[in-house]
C-alpha cells in the first residue's frame, strides 16, 4: 500500500514539472510569421550614386547645379531600393551652388565626394562617411587644380586621386598636394593622336596596368584616349586614341571589363539615327608600357529600338560594371528628349563570351522595369559606383 501511493505522488509530481516545463517553452516556440518576416539580411555591397549635374552628350540639355538633384545615395544591390542618403548638397552645410559630379570609395567607412560649385573658391574634395547623413569634412579646395567645371574623379590603387575637369586631368595625392607635370596640369593638352582633347574631359579611369584612360566630347573631336601613368609630358606619351564612330556622338561613360579585356564606350548625342546613342566593346591589349585598341563591335544602338532592343538608351550619363556577377548598371534618359526630363538606371545581365559572336545578346536587361526607376533624386547621375 505504501509503495502504490509512493508511485502515485511521483506521477503527480512528473505531472508537474511537464506542465511546468510546457508554460515554460512557449518563450521558445518559432515565432509568429509577422515577427519572423520582420528580421532581414542586408547586404554588404551598394550602388552609389551622386545625382549632380551630369553630361549626356552633345544636343541634349541636362540639369544645372541649381536645378539638379544634388545627392549622394545608395542603392541596395541585392533589392534595388535605396538604402541611405550619404549626403544632401541642397542643405546645411552644403553651399549655395554645390553639386556632387564625382565619388570614390576610400574604404569601407569612408569616401571622397567632388563638389563643382562656380563660386570663387567653392569647388572642392570631401571625405565622407558612408552613413547617412554622414560627416563631411574637407579633403581639398586646391583652387589651382580645381580651377575650371570639374567632371569626376577616379582613385588609384595607392590612394591618389586623378580629377577630371573639362580642359584638363589633375592629380592630387593623399597628401593633399598637387603632382604636375612641370607647371601643367598632370594631363594637360596632349599630342597627337590625342589631340585636341582640352575642352570636355567627360571621364577618367585607369585600365589594369594603370595607363590613364580618359574620354574627350567636342565636335569633331570626339575621342578616348591612353596616357602613361606618369603623366603627359611630351609627345608620345598619349597613345593610342580612338576615334568615336561618328563625329555627332559623345562619349560619355566607360567600363572596362579587365577580365576579358573588353573597354566598354557609351556614345550620345541628341538624334537616334545610327551610332550616335551606342556602346561598343573595344578589345584591349595590355602591357607594362603600352595599350592596344583592337577590333570594335557595337552592342547597342538606340536607331534600333525597339525592333531589335527591347529597352531604350539614349542620353547615358553614366556606367559601371560589377565584376562579381558580370553585371552593368547604365543611367539613361527616360525618353528622347533633348531637354532631358528625368534619368533612370537600368541593370543588364553582361555576357563578354557573345561580342563579336551575337552582338545583340551581350546585355540582357534584368526585369521589364527599371533597375532604380527616376524620381526626385535622379535629376541627373553624374557618378556611380560599386563598394561596401
Known amino acids: 500500500m505504501k509503495e502504490q501511493k509512493l508511485g502515485n505522488k511521483k506521477i503527480i509530481l512528473y505531472s508537474t514539472l511537464i506542465s511546468v516545463g510546457v508554460l515554460f517553452c512557449t518563450s521558445c516556440a518559432k515565432p509568429p510569421e509577422d515577427e519572423a518576416a520582420a528580421v532581414t539580411t542586408t547586404s554588404s555591397r551598394y550602388l552609389y550614386v551622386a545625382s549632380g549635374t551630369c553630361y549626356s552628350g552633345g544636343g541634349n540639355t541636362t540639369f544645372t547645379n541649381a536645378t539638379a538633384s544634388n545627392f549622394v545615395f545608395r542603392i541596395d544591390l541585392a533589392t534595388g531600393a535605396k538604402d541611405a542618403t550619404i549626403a544632401d548638397y541642397n542643405s546645411s552645410p552644403s553651399q549655395t551652388g554645390d553639386s556632387p559630379v564625382g565619388i570614390a570609395s576610400i574604404d569601407s567607412n569612408n569616401m571622397y565626394i567632388l563638389v563643382e560649385n562656380a563660386t570663387a573658391g567653392a569647388r572642392r574634395i570631401e571625405k565622407v562617411q558612408k552613413t547617412t547623413d554622414g560627416a563631411r569634412t574637407l579633403f581639398s579646395n586646391n583652387t589651382t587644380a580645381l580651377s575650371v567645371a570639374l567632371r569626376g574623379l577616379h582613385i588609384l590603387t595607392n590612394g591618389d586621386l586623378l580629377i577630371n575637369k573639362s580642359t584638363a586631368i589633375e592629380k592630387i595625392n593623399t597628401a593633399n598636394v598637387r603632382i604636375t607635370k612641370g607647371a ?53 606619351d598619349c597613345t593610342p586614341a580612338q576615334a568615336a564612330p561618328n563625329t555627332a556622338s559623345f562619349p560619355v561613360a566607360t567600363a572596362y571589363d579587365a577580365v576579358n579585356s573588353k573597354l566598354l564606350v557609351a556614345y550620345a548625342g541628341s538624334t537616334t539615327t545610327t551610332d550616335i546613342n551606342s556602346i561598343y566593346a573595344y578589345n584591349i591589349t595590355e602591357t607594362s608600357s603600352s595599350v592596344t585598341v583592337g577590333t570594335a563591335n557595337k552592342i547597342y544602338d538606340a536607331s534600333l529600338y525597339p525592333a531589335t532592343y527591347p529597352y531604350l538608351l539614349y542620353g547615358i550619363s553614366e556606367m559601371v560594371l560589377d565584376p562579381v556577377d558580370n553585371t552593368l548598371y547604365i543611367a539613361t534618359a527616360i525618353n528622347t528628349a533633348t531637354t532631358v526630363v528625368n534619368y533612370a538606371i537600368e541593370k543588364f545581365s553582361y555576357d563578354a563570351s557573345q561580342i563579336g559572336v551575337a552582338n545583340t545578346s551581350v546585355l540582357t536587361r534584368s526585369g521589364s522595369t527599371p533597375f532604380f526607376d527616376y524620381g526626385g533624386e535622379t535629376k541627373c547621375i553624374a557618378d556611380m559606383m560599386i563598394a561596401d
Do not use: D, W
Not at 184 to 209: D, F, Q, R
Open 184 to 236: 601643367n596640369p598632370y594631363v594637360n593638352a596632349p599630342a597627337a593622336p590625342c589631340a585636341t582633347s582640352t575642352t570636355l574631359m567627360s571621364k577618367v579611369t585607369t585600365l589594369s596596368n594603370q595607363f590613364i584612360l580618359f574620354l574627350h566630347a567636342a565636335t569633331s573631336q570626339n575621342r578616348f584616349g591612353f596616357v602613361k601613368p606618369e603623366g603627359y609630358g611630351a609627345a608620345g
